[in-house]
T-cell receptor
Framework: GQQLNQSPQSMFIQEGEDVSMNCTSS?????WLWYKQDPGEGPVLLIA?????ELTSNGRLTAQFGITRKDSFLNISASIPSDVGIYFC?????????????FGKGTHLIIQP | NAGVTQTPKFQVLKTGQSMTLQCAQD?????MYWYRQDPGMGLRLIYY???????DKGEVPNGYNVSRLNKREFSLRLESAAPSQTSVYFC?????????????????FGPGTRLTVT
């Protein structure tokens, strides 16, 4: 099946710092989605990317669809305590049989005040 | 607009018991999905329904059955629960098949059902 490598697995940062995380795949994807999950809750969609090279922002969050279509990046600027949580990338492959997304294993963001 | 709702929120079963997890969405979405989430494994697709009247297996379907009751509702059944099915189960939906949609693949998740099988 599809494999998504998400890194880093966890990040310990100070409030106010910028954050970068990424996902890479051995396969080409035609859609990249970024989700955030708070403890005890379901994933919430942050940003969706549909075209190679696309750069999309949502407040302090910016995500990019890599030119090769095999990677995507999420940046968070000036982190605040409510940014704590697990961030997942998810991809939908070109011509994929199953209609579901392939998820990375998540980046656990921890912010130290 | 409640989005995607799931019941129950928590459940404890004994090995061999059966149960049905319920999911409903009020966004008029065509496609619905069931995932399980385990520590270190991320989210894995169990079954999905691309449209009303159709269901298909995902990555980890063994031990589960599904029913797409109508456009709004998609249930997941465990016929004989096993400890390996202890997990958090998420239902999701997406517009998917609407003609002319520019963003059909965005999936929206419910709050999850936390299932423990002893």
């Amino acid at each position: 099946g599809q494999q998504l490598n998400q890194s880093p697995q966890s990040m310990f940062i100070q409030e106010g710092e910028d954050v970068s995380m990424n996902c890479t795949s051995s396969s080409i994807f035609n859609t990249w989605l970024w989700y955030k999950q708070d403890p005890g809750e379901g994933p919430v969609l942050l940003i969706a990317l549909y075209k190679a090279g696309e750069l999309t922002s949502n407040g302090r969050l910016t995500a990019q669809f890599g030119i090769t279509r095999k990677d995507s990046f999420l940046n968070i600027s000036a982190s605040i305590p409510s940014d704590v949580g697990i961030y997942f990338c998810a991809g939908l492959s070109v011509g994929g049989g199953a209609d579901g997304l392939t998820f990375g294993k998540g980046t656990h963001l921890i912010i130290q005040p | 607009n409640a989005g995607v709702t799931q019941t129950p929120k928590f459940q404890v079963l004994k090995t061999g018991q059966s149960m049905t997890l319920q999911c409903a969405q009020d966004m008029n979405h065509n496609s619905m999905y069931w995932y399980r989430q385990d520590p270190g494994m991320g989210l894995r697709l169990i079954y999905y329904s691309a449209s009303e009247g159709t269901t298909d297996k995902g990555e980890v379907p063994n031990g589960y059955n599904v029913s797409r009751l109508n456009k709004r509702e998609f249930s997941l059944r465990l016929e004989s629960a096993a400890p390996s099915q202890t997990s958090v189960y998420f239902c999701a939906s997406s517009a998917r098949l609407h003609v002319g949609l520019t963003r059909p693949y965005e999936q929206y998740f419910g709050p999850g059902t936390r299932l423990t099988v002893t």
